[in-house]
């Protein structure tokens, strides 16, 4: 299988990235008063033989066979999950999200910025290298999948395209205040008053992303068994040792003495009711697994803002496409996990190899960054795991991450540098709403008709 993504993010990584200067966007009609949109002329696809169009965007098509196979992702995710989703829900949703990226793709080639021809090349020898092919055999591998090298050449600029202009427009429309960051600033200071330091030790019984009914009883039967050893009265730093799978396991489970905001509120909650030494009764149940939990140590602290904790971190990064699922990302980085823990790989060379990020030539490395700096499901992962742990797949809107921490360090910012990651936290907690607004806007003004539907 070719991985049809590559290095889209230049040289500067995705988690050091500056929002792009705010660009200067026409006032938006509204839906109401806006004039239908007139039917643009329609560059087509080439569809394959009994295939046929689910809908029009702009100057786009979006093919049945892309809903159909979307769809059927979607039902094997929801059934992996334990969920019943009807079948009209997952189609609806499947072209929905086509259009909404067709949407996106059509706009981005009226209004991104230029993707020459010599960049596109240096992304095209990207993608043969980390499939460790020469670009004869690329294109032998593409056409044997049936996939002519001209449209993926289009499909990889596409990308770049999106990705890009997303970037842009939905930072532009971000405005954060002078005073939006003194009222940040003022409650995180009333949060530090009394804040608590907490050192939880656990065992972790991982359950794979995609693991069977039969798996998940296995795995939660070997953290029930743990559970009963220590209630028993076996030492719990012995048992972890014995049973955990967690990269701290050799020190009795311990993750060491952190702030509780730093911590996963999954833990938090859990050593809630807690008292120093005592094991939650129950097992805590995650997205990394099954977890026995102890508190070992609760601290009220007392701390400044100006007071950080930086993190040097390091990742792969994989970008799903309709090549490579998120299922398949994932599976892919478990695999690259497996082999740095085993020995049989470093994590230095499998970034190079394989990671679509500009950090990929350092190995991953991130550098030093204060909390704020990385998109707020990336940095959650990153805060759970002790030194020199390394992440389950963490999924992000850039792609999906294996992450690895190699140092900690506390660091006292002075105001400007204070005042800036407060403005980079209020950023990422917009971005949704921001990203949402755009995509309504964009869809108001872009020409669809769907073609088909599921009776």
Do not use: C
Request: net charge neutral; hydrophobic share 40%; charged share 30%.
């Amino acid at each position: 299988m070719i991985l049809l993504t590559a290095a889209l993010a230049g040289p500067t990584s995705w988690a050091q990235a500056q929002p792009a200067k705010p660009v200067a966007a026409a006032p938006a009609a509204s839906a109401a008063s806006a004039p239908a949109p007139v039917r643009p002329p329609v560059e087509q696809r080439q569809l394959k033989p009994g295939d046929y169009i689910a809908a029009i965007v702009n100057t786009d098509i979006v093919a049945a066979s892309e809903v159909i196979q979307r769809t059927d992702r979607a039902r094997e995710e929801a059934r992996r999950r334990g969920e019943t989703v009807t079948n009209e829900l997952l189609h609806k949703q499947a072209l929905d999200s086509l259009i909404d990226e067709r949407a996106v793709i059509t706009y981005a080639r009226e209004n991104g910025p230029r993707v020459d021809e010599p960049e596109l090349d240096r992304v095209v020898v990207n993608v043969a290298t980390q499939n460790k092919l020469t670009m004869d055999e690329l294109r032998k591998r593409l056409a044997a999948d049936g996939v002519d090298f001209k449209r993926f050449r289009e499909n990889l600029r596409d990308q770049m395209l999106s990705e890009r202009v997303r970037e842009r427009e939905v930072q532009g429309r971000i405005r954060i205040t002078d005073g939006d960051i003194d009222k940040y600033l003022e409650q995180r200071q009333a949060a530090l008053q009394d804040r608590a330091q907490l050192n939880i030790a656990q065992i972790l019984v991982p359950v794979p992303e995609d693991a069977s009914l039969a798996v998940v009883a296995e795995r939660r039967a070997r953290a029930e068994s743990a559970l009963q050893r220590v209630q028993a009265g076996e030492d719990f730093a012995k048992v972890a040792k014995d049973l955990s799978e967690d990269a701290n396991k050799n020190r009795g489970g311990e993750i060491g003495l952190r702030a509780a905001d730093k911590l996963p509120d999954v833990f938090v909650d859990a050593v809630r009711d807690l008292k120093n030494g005592e094991v939650r009764p129950q097992l805590l149940r995650s997205g990394a697994g099954f977890h026995v939990i102890k508190l070992l140590e609760r601290q009220a602290g007392k701390a400044s803002i100006n007071l950080v904790v930086q993190t040097h971190a390091r990742h792969i990064l994989l970008r799903p496409s309709e090549q490579l699922t998120p299922e398949l990302a994932a599976r892919r980085l478990t695999e690259f996990k497996r082999a740095i823990e085993s020995g049989r790989a470093t994590f230095e060379q499998l970034a190079r190899a394989n990671s679509e990020d500009g950090s990929a030539q350092e190995g991953g490395d991130l550098g030093w960054v204060s909390p704020g700096g990385f998109v707020p499901e990336f940095e959650e992962a990153m805060d759970a795991l002790p030194l020199k742990g390394i992440s389950n797949p963490v999924p992000s809107r850039f792609g999906i991450h294996l992450i690895q921490v190699l140092e900690r360090r506390d660091v006292v910012l002075d105001n400007k540098q204070l005042r800036e990651q407060a403005r980079n936290a209020l950023r990422e907690r917009k971005y949704d709403e921001a990203y949402n607004d755009w995509m309504k806007e964009l869809r108001a003004r872009a020409f669809i008709e769907t073609r088909e539907w599921l009776d």
